[in-house]
Each structure stands twice: as structure tokens, then as C-alpha cells.
């Protein structure tokens, strides 16, 4: 076994880190041929991955919905924040998640929006596609709003206001 002051190095047959940490792992448990169970769970780890990808991301996302709907709870509470926005409450609300929703699709997602000078003046249609999750309306309506300064409404079927949250 490999002593306090002994390096994996040190001696005539220099190791890797990951064979020296192997060596002592083997060392301490007293289990023979780690090595074997430790590359069994890289294979599953490995074949678990997309599992892993499929049900942490958008679980990650709804976590980030319920975190806006907490911070907006947080804000109604704030009496003292009413003097600040003088035309409407909620409008520091409002700033404060695009800001978050905007700071999460630029940093986690590359999003960006480009042909916002092309969005007229007045009223106007926007026809978006609509995948498995809405955070692509959310970080268009996040940047739009800090952008331009101008809100963007959504229309849904029924069904997606009977959803939870």
C-alpha cells in the first residue's frame, strides 16, 4: 500500500492519477479487480446519460417556472417597491423575470433574437412554433419586453390553463 509521504510516481514504474487512484481505492475497500466494477459503472452511467437528459432538462425548466412564480409572490409582498414604478405595479415585476428568463436562454440556450425592427409599431400577429416546451415564447417575450419595451400576449387552448402552475 502506498504510505502518507509515497507518491504514485515514486518508483520505478510511474502510474497515472487514475490508476494510482484505482490502486488506493482497491487498497482501502480491500475489494480485488476495482478497476472491473469501476468501468461497470462508467458503462452505466454512460448508457444512462440520455435518460438522464431526457428527465433533468425539462425538469430544470419547470423548476425555473415555479422560481418566477416564487419571485413574483416575493414581489407582490414588497410594499416598498411600489413607489418605483409609478405607472403600474407590476411593471419592475415584469422587468425583473425577463431579466432572468433572458439571462437563462443567452447563457444557457445561446438565444438570440434578430428582426425586431421588422415588428411594427402598432398591434401585430406573431405566428410562432410551439415544441414540447413554451421557453421559446418566454425568451422572445423576455427579450421583446426589455428590448423594445413592448409586451407580447399568448393565445392557448383551455386545456393548457387547467395544467398545474
Known amino acids: 500500500m502506498i504510505g502518507g509521504n509515497e507518491s504514485c510516481s515514486a518508483g520505478p514504474m510511474p502510474m497515472s492519477y487514475l490508476t494510482c487512484l484505482t490502486y488506493i481505492l482497491g487498497e482501502w475497500t480491500g475489494v480485488e479487480h476495482i478497476e472491473d466494477y469501476l468501468s461497470y459503472a462508467v458503462y452505466l452511467l454512460w448508457v444512462l446519460l440520455p435518460l438522464a437528459v431526457v428527465f433533468i432538462l425539462p425538469g430544470g425548466i419547470i423548476v425555473l417556472f415555479y422560481t418566477s412564480i416564487l ?3 416575493i414581489y407582490k ?3 416598498e417597491l411600489k413607489e418605483a414604478y409609478s405607472n403600474n ?3 419592475g415585476g415584469k422587468l425583473m423575470l425577463a431579466t432572468l428568463w433572458d439571462g437563462h436562454g443567452r447563457i444557457w440556450h445561446g438565444y438570440e433574437l434578430h428582426g425586431t425592427k421588422n415588428i411594427p409599431e ?3 400577429l406573431i ?3 410551439h415544441g414540447a416546451t413554451p421557453v421559446d415564447c418566454i425568451y422572445f417575450m423576455a427579450r421583446l419586453l426589455l428590448q423594445k419595451k413592448r409586451s407580447c400576449h399568448a393565445v392557448a387552448d383551455h386545456f393548457v390553463f387547467r395544467l398545474p402552475g
Open 77 to 79: 409582498r414588497k410594499n
Open 122 to 124: 402598432g398591434p401585430g
Open 89 to 91: 405595479f407590476w411593471d
Open 127 to 129: 405566428v410562432f412554433y
Open 71 to 73: 419571485l413574483l409572490h
